[in-house]
Each structure stands twice: as structure tokens, then as C-alpha cells.
């Protein structure tokens, strides 16, 4: 009994999948439903007719010989084709018409709520997942669901319609005719749970091959360097052997559900022909009566078998629409309900950091208790061996992520309390891993601030010592980057996030070795262009090259988590170890630090 519970509730569950599904994106859509209905019970309505049309023409013509007829039935027959043509193409254009609104409104819908989750999602989420949850799962939702639909609703029209012929005609015949009717429900039940399992194997499956996919052509120059190109075409066949084994099994119960329903479908059918035949040759019932029982019983059979098909059909569906739903309902970061135009001024004001504990998880601390004050329209610099948390400190001001102890201030204002869009656009930013978009470098510069005017976007390459190679370029600003940016050199990518940082102009500044790929002349000429900026900017390096921070305010050494030491750049000389062996190091090799 509590099998049998679970299996109910399991069923509900997976069909209120489908409800939700069609409620939210397929009643809406009232037009279109409501014509193809409307098609729909023509085109059912119109098979009926032309099956109880074979009794008059066997009965009055062939055997009665009434030549008044002939013309109106043959009006009548091509009348009742071109009626069911018209509805079935109106049904079809309304299937169609809800089918891609449904998926573009899903897209739209999963876009729109995936951008605003926290980074949290996307470390967990790998961008190849969620790239299947958009195109295939959604691909599959909008196929399968609209073509169960279609079943369920033209083929529910067909098959009552044709069971009425079938009652009037001969209702004990019928009642024979249904008996095979149970066990074809049982099959296909047993066969759509099974298919609900591999389907959800052969999505899966497929999600994994993608992200291995995209990782290759990603990681392309470490395939080629390393000569692993037989290594990974190894890892793809395992992938690929998984899931053609997956195809093959569901190959499988597809197939065996054709040959099935025929034979049980033939069962009848002839038990109709022997009894429905000894009637006529009794006199018990008319030819023409029997032929349009029988061809509405063979009429019956298509839409009957997609009826019944329609549950392990499903599956499929059942299975992409509860990964969208469940994307769909993961609740979306408090932070996007924060906003509200405050005053910015508070950006151009010291950033205060209080006691500030944070790790990516819980148990492992990678700040501890980091307490220090950034001072408006000042320059600081972050130094430290690689893994000590600089980075991580970027981030937190950026509210990436939010302390787990201690909060940052902006002026007296709590960040925490403060929409981070608002923060975000007062901070120019640029990271260690250069991001370009695949389009040109002045689209790539203006990114986040489609405002800005071309003469300013010109100026902020200027400053990032990137219009000398620019204006070499034929296409100049409109020279397409590639994707990744990859027609460009490292310090040319550089230098176009620095541009792009500069063009916001934002209170604060934050640098994560974003000169390091640049020779010494070029990054001498950058930082000369950051000590005069024209508007009021706190900047905060973290530095890759010692010569290239000793200007600077104050730096602050990272060891561990924790500010170690800070002070100037003499002042530590003389008084920090760490600092003056790393500034030895860097000296010995000609201005190259080997730290991060
Ligand atoms: P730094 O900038 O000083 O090199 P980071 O701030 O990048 O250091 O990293 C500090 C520590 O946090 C490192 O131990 C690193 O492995 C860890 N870390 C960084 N990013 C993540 C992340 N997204 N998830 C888990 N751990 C991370």
C-alpha cells in the first residue's frame, strides 16, 4: 500500500511539473489555445464524419444503386477533406505559434533570474549545465509537451468522436473491441517509468559532455602544449559510449511499444472481422454499417496509440521541466531586493573594514579579523604571498561576498546594508583574469558604460596606454577581439580592461595585477596616468612588481588572512623583513617580483 502511495504521489509530482509548466507559459496564450481547440475538434470531428459517410456509399450506392446520391456525397467527401486540411493547418500554426513562444519565454525567464544569482551558483553550477538547462531542456519542454498536447487534446477529440460512430453502429462489438484496452495501460505505464529514469541519465549525461567539451576548446593551448589530444579523445568516447548505451535502452522501449500495440491492435481487429462477418452473412447487420465500424475502429487506433503514449512521452518532459523549475525556484540573493538612490558621495569618503572574517566555506577562514581604513583619494597597495587573501579582500568590497564577522563601510554607510548594484557602479574594477566579450575592443571598453561618449572612451584608452596599438590596428575600435579576447596579446587584454575600468571614472579603483603582464615602460607610463587622475579616486593595487606600489600611501602586507605589517614603502624597507627580502628579490631580477 505505501509503494503504491509513493508511486501516486511520484506520479502527481512529475505532472504537477507539467501543470506548473503550462499554466504559467501555455494558458496565457489565449488565442492560440482557444483556435487550435477550436482545429483541433474539426479535424477530430471531420474522421468521424468521413467514417460514417462509408455507410451510406456502401449501403446506398454500391448495394442500393441510388444514382441521386453519387453527386452529394461526392460534394459531401471532398467537402468534409477540405475542412479537415483547413483545421489541421490552423492547428498546426497555433501549436507551432505557442510552442516557440513557450520556449522563448522560458529562455527569457531562466536568463533573467540565473544573471542575478550570487557567485556561489556559478562556482557550483558549471556554465555548461546551464547552458543545457537553456537550450535542451527547454528544446525538449517546448517538443514534447507541445506534441502531448496535441494528443491529448485533437486525438481526445478524435477518439470520442469515433467511439460514438462506434457505439451507434454496434455497442456490443465495441465493448469486445475494447477489452485489449487495459493491458496496452499497463505496458506503456511500466514502460514510461523506465523511460523516465534514462531520460534523466541521458540528460545528465549530456550536460557532462558539453562541460567537457567547452573545457577542451577552452584549455586548447594546454592540449596542444601537453600532446594530450589522445587522452581527451579517449575521455570523449567514455562519454560518448555512456550515453549512446542510455539512447539504446530508451531505443529499445520505444521500439518494443510499436510492434506491441500492433499486434494487440490486429487481436481485435480480426476477433471484429470473424464476428462482425458472421453478422453480415446472418443479415443481422448491413455491409455498410460493418465497414464503418471497422474503419472507425482502424481510425481509432493512431490516436488511441498516441493517447497512450503520451505518459512515457512525457517523462522526458518531466524530467527537463523540473531542472528549469528547480533553477527557476532557487531563491534569488537578498541582494537584489536592496537599491533605492542614495547619496554616491559616501564612495568618495574612506572605505572602512571592521574585524572582517570571511571563507569561501564555512570552516576554512581565508581572511581573519582584517581591520584597516582606505582613505578617500588615496592609493594603497595589497602585498602578500599568493593565496593570502588580496583577492578575496577585492571581492568583499565588490560584495561578491559578504563577510561572515566584522562589516565594511563606505563613509558611515554599512555595505551590507546598501544595494551592491549601487556599490558596484561606483567601483572600477579590474581582475587578475582579463575577461574581453567576443566583439570589437570599443564595445569591449564601453562594456558597463553604453553611456560614455566615444571621445571619452578614447581618453580612457589613452590613460591605459592603449590607443598606441589600437590606432595600428586596421579596424581600429573596430577590430573584433575573437572569443575570449584571444586575437589579442595579454598585456594588449590588459590594458583594454584597465581602459574599460578607467571609462566608468568611479570614487574607487580597484587594480588586481592589472599591469603584470605589461613591460616596465608601459606599466611606468600607466602608473604616472593613475597619479593624475581628474576626478577624486581611492585606488587600491594589488601589485605584482614592488616597483610599481612603492609610491604608494600605504601598503598592506597579506600573510595568511591577516594584516601582517603596513606602512610605507621606506618605512617597511626598514622595518619589515618579508617586505625588504621581496624588495631584494625584486631588484635582483630587474624589477620582477616573484610573488602571486
Ligand atoms: P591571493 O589574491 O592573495 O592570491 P585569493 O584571495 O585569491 O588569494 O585566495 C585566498 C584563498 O582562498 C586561497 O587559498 C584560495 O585557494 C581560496 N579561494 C579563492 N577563491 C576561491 C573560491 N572561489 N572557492 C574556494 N576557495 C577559494
Given at each position: 500500500?505505501r ?21 504559467t ?13 477550436v ?19 456502401f ?40 510552442g ?42 517546448r517538443?514534447?509537451?507541445?506534441q ?15 467511439v460514438?460512430?462506434?457505439l451507434?453502429?454496434d ?69 560518448t ?71 512515457t ?10 531542472r ?6 532557487k ?173 566608468k ?6 587594480l ?25 579616486c ?59
Open positions: 500500500m509503494i503504491f502511495w509513493k508511486k501516486l504521489k511520484n506520479l502527481r509530482s512529475g505532472y504537477s511539473t507539467l501543470w506548473r509548466l503550462a499554466k507559459y501555455l494558458v496565457p496564450q489565449k488565442r492560440y489555445w482557444m483556435w487550435g481547440i482545429s483541433m475538434l474539426l479535424t477530430a470531428s471531420s474522421t468521424a464524419v468521413l467514417a460514417q459517410y462509408l455507410k451510406p456509399i449501403d446506398d450506392i454500391f448495394i442500393g444503386h441510388r444514382q441521386d446520391l453519387l453527386v452529394w456525397i461526392g460534394v459531401g467527401v471532398l467537402g468534409i477533406f477540405f475542412i479537415k486540411g483547413a483545421a489541421e493547418y490552423v492547428g498546426e500554426r497555433c501549436m507551432s505559434a505557442m516557440y513562444t513557450l520556449s522563448t519565454q522560458l529562455q527569457n525567464d531562466v536568463f533573467g533570474h540565473m544573471i542575478y544569482f550570487d557567485l556561489d551558483f556559478f562556482r557550483e553550477y558549471h556554465e555548461a549545465r546551464c547552458a543545457n538547462i537553456f537550450s535542451q531542456d527547454i528544446g525538449i519542454v517538443e514534447t509537451l507541445l502531448s498536447l496535441s494528443a491529448l487534446s485533437r486525438d481526445v477529440f478524435m477518439v470520442l468522436s469515433l460514438i460512430v462506434l451507434r453502429e455497442f456490443f462489438l465495441f465493448l469486445g473491441a475494447i477489452c485489449i484496452l487495459p493491458i496496452m495501460v499497463g505496458v506503456l505505464r511500466l514502460c514510461g517509468r523506465n523511460a523516465k529514469r534514462i531520460f534523466l541519465q541521458i540528460q545528465n549525461q549530456t550536460a557532462a559532455l558539453q562541460q567537457f567539451f567547452q573545457q577542451v576548446f577552452h584549455q586548447i593551448i594546454m592540449v596542444k602544449a601537453y600532446g594530450t589530444e589522445e587522452q581527451e579523445r579517449h575521455h570523449l568516447k567514455e562519454y559510449q555512456c550515453i549512446l548505451k542510455e539512447y539504446k535502452k530508451s531505443a529499445k522501449i520505444q521500439a518494443i511499444i510499436h510492434p506491441f500495440m500492433e499486434i494487440l491492435g490486429g487481436l481485435a481487429i480480426s476477433g471484429i472481422v470473424i464476428y462482425g462477418g458472421h453478422r453480415v452473412i446472418l443479415g443481422a447487420q448491413t455491409p455498410g454499417s460493418f465497414l464503418t465500424f471497422i474503419t472507425a475502429l482502424f481510425f481509432l487506433y493512431r490516436p488511441m496509440k498516441n493517447i497512450l503514449h503520451v505518459h512521452r512525457l517523462q522526458a518532459c518531466v524530467v527537463s521541466g523540473e528549469i523549475l528547480g533553477l527557476l525556484d531563491p534569488l540573493p537578498l541582494e537584489t531586493k536592496g537599491g533605492g538612490q542614495k547619496n554616491s558621495a559616501i564612495f568618495s569618503q574612506d572605505i572602512t573594514l571592521e574585524n572582517v572574517t570571511f571563507g569561501y566555506s564555512p570552516n576554512f577562514p581565508v581572511l581573519r579579523g582584517i581591520s584597516c581604513v582606505f582613505e578617500a583619494n588615496k592609493q594603497y597597495a595589497l602585498v602578500g604571498p599568493s593565496g593570502s587573501g588580496k583577492t578575496t579582500i577585492f571581492y568583499l568590497l565588490l560584495q561578491l561576498y559578504r563577510p561572515h564577522q566584522g562589516r565594511i563601510l563606505f563613509s558611515k554607510e554599512e555595505a551590507s546594508l546598501c544595494s551592491p548594484q549601487w556599490i558596484r557602479d561606483n567601483i572600477g574594477f579590474v581582475s587578475q583574469d582579463i575577461t574581453l566579450f567576443d566583439t570589437t575592443i570599443g564595445n569591449n571598453i564601453m562594456y558597463g558604460s553604453a553611456q560614455a561618449s566615444e571621445q571619452s572612451m578614447r581618453e580612457a584608452a589613452e590613460l591605459a596606454c592603449a590607443s598606441s596599438f589600437i590606432e595600428q590596428l586596421p579596424q581600429g575600435y573596430d577590430t573584433p577581439v575573437g572569443p575570449h579576447g584571444l586575437k589579442l596579446s595579454g598585456g594588449q587584454r590588459q590594458r583594454l580592461a584597465l581602459a574599460r575600468a578607467l571609462l571614472k568611479s570614487p574607487i579603483l580597484l588586481d595585477e592589472a599591469t603584470s603582464a605589461l613591460d616596465v615602460e608601459i606599466e611606468e607610463r600607466i602608473r604616472q596616468g593613475l597619479q593624475t587622475l581628474s576626478y577624486s581611492t585606488r587600491i593595487y594589488i601589485a605584482h612588481r614592488l616597483s610599481s606600489i612603492q609610491h604608494v600611501d600605504k601598503i598592506l602586507i597579506i600573510k595568511q588572512g591577516a594584516i601582517q605589517e603596513q606602512g610605507k614603502h621606506l618605512t617597511l624597507l626598514k622595518h619589515s623583513q618579508y617586505y625588504a627580502e621581496l624588495w631584494k628579490q625584486s631588484k635582483l631580477k630587474n624589477g620582477f617580483m616573484p610573488i602571486s
